[in-house]
C-alpha cells in the first residue's frame, strides 16, 4: 500500500487568517454570494471497529464494487478536514447517497505527539468560525474515504496526567490487593503504556504482565493476579459512572453497581460474547469494548483510563479520592462471595443481585425527537445548490418542503445542557436541498421518556432517549448503597449516606436483573 497521501480542502485548517485569504482568492468568492459553514475538525471512528480504517485512490474508486483495494490505511482517532470529492463535476456517492470524501490529516493517530493535543484544540476552534462557499476539494484530491467514519468529536487528545506541585499523595492502601494495585501506577511499567495514542488497551496488559514478572519475588502469582482484575475494574468503574459525581453518594452507589454487573458476569454465567474467558475473569468481562465502550480504542485514546492516576505525582487528586471510596467495597463484590454482596448491598434480595448483569445511562442514550417529527440525524450525505455541494456529516438537520429530487432543510442544534432538550434550527444552508435517499422520515423506535422503562407517568418530560433492545428481558432494580460520602469535590467532611440507584423510574443509570 502507499503511504498515506493528504489532500488540500478548501479550506485548510491551520491559520484562519490565511485560510480565508486562500478561499476568496480560489473560489472566487463575492461579498453578494450566501456562504455555508465550513466543514468541522473530525476525528476518524467507528465504534468497536479495527484499529484502521481504509482509504482509497478518488479517480479509481468504484462505490459499492467489492474488489476495490485500499490505497492505504488511517488510524482510529486521527483527525481530519473532509471535503466534496468531484469526479466529472459529481460528488463521488455509492448507489444509496452515501459520500465518499476527501480528507487533509492533521495527525495521524499511529504517530500523533502530545503536543497534538492542543493542536487539535486550536484547529478545531478555527474551523468553527469559518464560513465557505462550498466544500470542494481542490483539483490536487486523491484519496477519498467513506464520509461515515467521521464524527465531530471536540475531545482532544489525551496522553498522560502530567505530574503538578500540588499533586496528592497515594492513601493508604486498604488491603494487600489494593497495595500492589497502587504499586502498578507507581511503576515504569505504567508509565509506558500512554507514551504512544493508540494501542492502549494491549500496552496496558503489557505494562501489567512485565511488572509481574519484575515482582514475582516480591507478591505471589496469585495475589498480583487478584490486584490486576481489580485494578482493570476500577478504572471501569471510575470511567464508566458519571465521573462529575465525584465522591457524592450517588456515584459512589453507582460505582458499586457497575462493579455488581462485571461480578455477576464474570463469576454468576461467564459468557464468551460479554468477554468472559474463564469463570472470574474480571480483565476480560470489564473491558471488553462492544459491553463496556469505554475500552473502544477512540476512547481510550481521549480519556484517561488507561493513565496512572494513582501514582503519587499524577495531579490526579480528586480521581484518587474516587478510587478510595469505591475500592474496599469493590474488593467485597470481587472476593468476598456471597458475604461480599450482603455487606455491600444489604438488606436485598440475593438472587436479584446475582442476576444484574446489565444496565444503561439513559443520558448517554440516543437522542429522539417524537414531538419534532422531521428531525433527522445525518451520518453522511451531498447537499446541492446549484454547481456548489456541501458536506452534511455527523449532525441532525430539520426536514422541510420536497424539492428537486431532495429536500430544503436547517441545521439544528440540541442543547442538552438543560433539564430539556432545547432544538434550534438555523437557516445555515440556504436554498441547498439535500439528497432524498439519506432522509427517512421515520418515527423513531423505542423512544421513552427520559430513556426510562414504561410506566413512570411523569408530569412533564424534558427529553425522549432511545431504550436498549432488552429493556423487556428483565426487571429494573433500585439498588441501595450504604456509603461514605465526601460530596462531588471529595473534599466535604465525612458522611455516612443511604444512596439508592435505579428503579424504573431514575433518569440517570438503570439496573437490570434477569437480562438473558
Not at 469526479?87 to 495527525?107: A, E, H, I, Q
Not at 496528592?168 to 508509565?191: E, L, M, N, R, Y
Not at 503504556?193 to 503489557?206: Q, S, V
Not at 423505542?446 to 436498549?468: I, L, M, Q
Request: with cysteine.
Amino acid at each position: 500500500m502507499q503511504q498515506l497521501r493528504t489532500n488540500r480542502c478548501l479550506p485548510g485548517p491551520w491559520s484562519l487568517a490565511l485560510t480565508l485569504a486562500m478561499l476568496f482568492a480560489s473560489s472566487g468568492a463575492t461579498a453578494t454570494t450566501q456562504t455555508i459553514p465550513a466543514t468541522r475538525l473530525m476525528t476518524v471512528y467507528q465504534f468497536s471497529g479495527p484499529l484502521e480504517i481504509p482509504f482509497y485512490d478518488g479517480r479509481t474508486f468504484r462505490p459499492g464494487d467489492r474488489s476495490n483495494q485500499p490505497s492505504g490505511l488511517i488510524a482510529q482517532g486521527s483527525a481530519v478536514t473532509p471535503c466534496v470529492f468531484l469526479r466529472n463535476g459529481k460528488p463521488l456517492t455509492d448507489s444509496n447517497g452515501t459520500p465518499y470524501v476527501g480528507f487533509d490529516v492533521l495527525f495521524d493517530a499511529r504517530s500523533a505527539k502530545p503536543g497534538d493535543a492542543d493542536r487539535f484544540a486550536e484547529a478545531a476552534a478555527a474551523r468553527k468560525q469559518l464560513t465557505v462557499q462550498h466544500h470542494h476539494c481542490d483539483a490536487s484530491a486523491r484519496n477519498v474515504m467513506d464520509a461515515r467514519y467521521l464524527y465531530a468529536l471536540d475531545k482532544k487528545p489525551h496522553f498522560a496526567f502530567s505530574a503538578t506541585a500540588s499533586a496528592a499523595t497515594q492513601q493508604p492502601a486498604t488491603s494487600a490487593v489494593d497495595g500492589i494495585v497502587k504499586a502498578f501506577h507507581d511503576s515504569p511499567q505504567c508509565a509506558s503504556i500512554n507514551r504512544h495514542l493508540t494501542e492502549r488497551r494491549a500496552a496496558l496488559e503489557r505494562a501489567w504482565d512485565n511488572f509481574t514478572r519484575i515482582n514475582a519475588k516480591q507478591w505471589s502469582p496469585h495475589l498480583t493476579e487478584r490486584a490486576k482484575q481489580l485494578d482493570y475494574v476500577m478504572r471501569t468503574a471510575l470511567y464508566e459512572g458519571h465521573l462529575d459525581r465525584g465522591c457524592n453518594a450517588y456515584g459512589a452507589c453507582e460505582r458499586n453497581a457497575i462493579v455488581l454487573s462485571i461480578r455477576n458476569r464474570a463469576l454468576e454465567k461467564c459468557r464468551e460474547a460479554q468477554g468472559c474467558r474463564f469463570p472470574g475473569d474480571f480483565q476480560g468481562v470489564s473491558s471488553k469494548p462492544n459491553q463496556y465502550n469505554i475500552w473502544d480504542e477512540y476512547l481510550l485514546q481521549s480519556s484517561g483510563i488507561t493513565s496512572c492516576f494513582l501514582a503519587k505525582d499524577s495531579g490526579a487528586g480528586r480521581l484518587q479520592k474516587m478510587y478510595q471510596q469505591s475500592v474496599k467495597d469493590a474488593v467485597s463484590l470481587m472476593f468476598d462471595g456471597h458475604r461480599g454482596l450482603n455487606r455491600v448491598f444489604s438488606g436485598q434480595s440475593l438472587q436479584d443481585l446475582k442476576q444484574v448483569r446489565h444496565y444503561y445511562h439513559p443520558p448517554a442514550m440516543g437522542s429522539c425527537f417524537p414531538n419534532h417529527k422531521r428531525i433527522e440525524y445525518i451520518s453522511g450525505a451531498i447537499a446541492r445548490n446549484g454547481t456548489r455541494h456541501a458536506l452534511i456529516v455527523n449532525t441532525r438537520i430539520g426536514v422541510e418542503s420536497a424539492h428537486q429530487g431532495g429536500y430544503l432543510f436547517r441545521s439544528a442544534r440540541i442543547d442538552k445542557t438543560g433539564p430539556t432538550d432545547v432544538i434550534a434550527l438555523s437557516d445555515d444552508y440556504h436554498a441547498f436541498v439535500i439528497d432524498a435517499r439519506k432522509i427517512a422520515l421515520r418515527a423513531p423506535r423505542r423512544c421513552a421518556p427520559f430513556g426510562t422503562p414504561s410506566g413512570c407517568g411523569f408530569r412533564n418530560v424534558g427529553r425522549y432517549r432511545k431504550t436498549p433492545s432488552w429493556i423487556s428481558d428483565g426487571k429494573p432494580l433500585q439498588l441501595t448503597c450504604r456509603v461514605q460520602a465526601t460530596g462531588a469535590d471529595c473534599s466535604d467532611p465525612v458522611q455516612p449516606v443511604t444512596a439508592r440507584v435505579g428503579g424504573k423510574c431514575d433518569i440517570e443509570m438503570q439496573p437490570f436483573a434477569g437480562v438473558r
